[in-house]
T-cell receptor, first 114, second 117 residues
Framework: AQSVTQLDSQVPVFEEAPVELRCNYSSSVSVYLFWYVQYPNQGLQLLLKYLSGSTLVESINGFEAEFNKSQTSFHLRKPSVHISDTAEYFCAVTPNTGGFKTIFGAGTRLFVKA | GAVVSQHPSRVICKSGTSVKIECRSLDFQATTMFWYRQFPKKSLMLMATSNEGSKATYEQGVEKDKFLINHASLTLSTLTVTSAHPEDSSFYIC?????????????FGPGTRLTVT
């Protein structure tokens, strides 16, 4: 079985400051890792993913995440946030065997203040 | 590409009635779709896996007779909440699975806000 832990339920940060949203997972099999973003009353949008290869993955809007196998972590970072980054962020894992069901973390609310 | 739609986006119904929510993959075929339920300020809870042409697989604790799922075509899955009660009020999100970049990816619909009065 897999589980995902997002250590912070809320992260307030000032505009243009750096931010890190933490994610740890546990799994007995290899997994694919994802970060999704959800704006109010909307569905989820894929932000970035790790499948294999380079452990550092980037999104088009400045976010990046690094897969750390030894620490079973996939933390999301951005060096300078904008007001528009205010949203709920979900870390998720999908085992690369069997039914490929995705398990989500509890989410982290990023609140960017002016 | 890879767009998933849901209809309706919002629905209000009276207790005891049934409500149908549609999930469509607009530009790809999806043999597998998923239905999630999201409570306020909570994560997504997987309710069931919908497979085209076969019965849905429900997660533990989800009543299959209450949440009827039909995946009649490669682009459409429906969730029917039968005999709805106020505690069924929630945000329901579907997703469709697509094999891309050597892995499966999920594309999510915009969600349906169900309010049962």
């Amino acid at each position: 079985a897999q589980s995902v832990t997002q250590l912070d339920s809320q992260v307030p940060v000032f505009e243009e400051a750096p931010v890190e949203l933490r994610c740890n997972y546990s799994s007995s099999v290899s997994v694919y890792l994802f970060w999704y973003v959800q704006y109010p009353n909307q569905g989820l949008q894929l932000l970035l993913k790790y499948l294999s290869g380079s452990t550092l993955v980037e999104s088009i809007n400045g976010f990046e995440a690094e897969f750390n196998k030894s620490q079973t972590s996939f933390h999301l970072r951005k060096p300078s946030v904008h007001i528009s980054d205010t949203a709920e962020y979900f870390c998720a894992v999908t085992p690369n065997t069997g039914g490929f069901k995705t398990i989500f973390g509890a989410g982290t609310r990023l609140f960017v203040k002016a | 590409g890879a767009v998933v739609s849901q209809h309706p986006s919002r629905v209000i119904c009276k207790s005891g009635t049934s409500v149908k929510i549609e999930c469509r993959s607009l530009d790809f075929q999806a043999t597998t779709m998923f239905w999630y339920r999201q409570f306020p300020k909570k994560s997504l809870m997987l309710m069931a896996t919908s497979n085209e042409g076969s019965k849905a697989t429900y997660e533990q604790g989800v009543e299959k007779d209450k949440f009827l799922i039909n995946h009649a075509s490669l682009t459409l899955s429906t969730l029917t909440v039968t005999s709805a009660h106020p505690e069924d009020s929630s945000f329901y999100i579907c997703s469709a699975r697509l094999f891309r970049d050597s892995s499966y990816e999920q594309y999510f619909g915009p969600g349906t806000r169900l309010t049962v009065t």
